[in-house]
């Protein structure tokens, strides 16, 4: 049985027990346990629901496992003969969550 989910205007394909990367889950904290309720559709076998644009009743619970930052990205900006140079780091926050349960 898996899902499709939305969260951080970004859809992910989960199982239970699997463990995603997500865009940061504000006011949660490891340990935590959240339900996200944008399902868009849940396959289980040959059998399949589809949203429209979300399944009536469905969920997906998860645990927090960790509240991180993804690696650093450079960002280079330069304009030829000006004289113009500009370099910035971002780091992105992330959830991770791991899959405890998908409810139909």
């Known amino acids: 049985m898996y899902a499709i989910i939305m969260t951080g205007g970004k859809q992910y394909r989960v ?6 990367v997500v ?3 504000e006011n949660a904290e490891k340990g935590q ?10 396959a289980d076998g040959d059998k399949a629901t589809i949203g ?8 997906v619970k998860a645990k927090i496992v960790a509240q991180k930052r ?3 990205v450079l960002v280079f900006k330069k304009r030829p003969k000006k004289g ?3 370099m910035q780091g971002h780091r992105q926050y992330v959830t991770e ?3 405890t349960d998908i409810k139909a």
């Open 97 to 99: 969550i791991e899959i």
């Open 70 to 72: 993804l690696p650093k």
């Open 23 to 25: 865009e940061k889950l």
């Open 84 to 86: 113009y140079k500009k």
């Open 52 to 59: 429209r644009p979300t399944v009536n009743g469905a969920n």
């Open 15 to 20: 199982e239970k027990g699997m463990n995603v």
């Open 33 to 42: 346990e959240v339900v996200l309720d944008q399902v868009l559709m849940i």
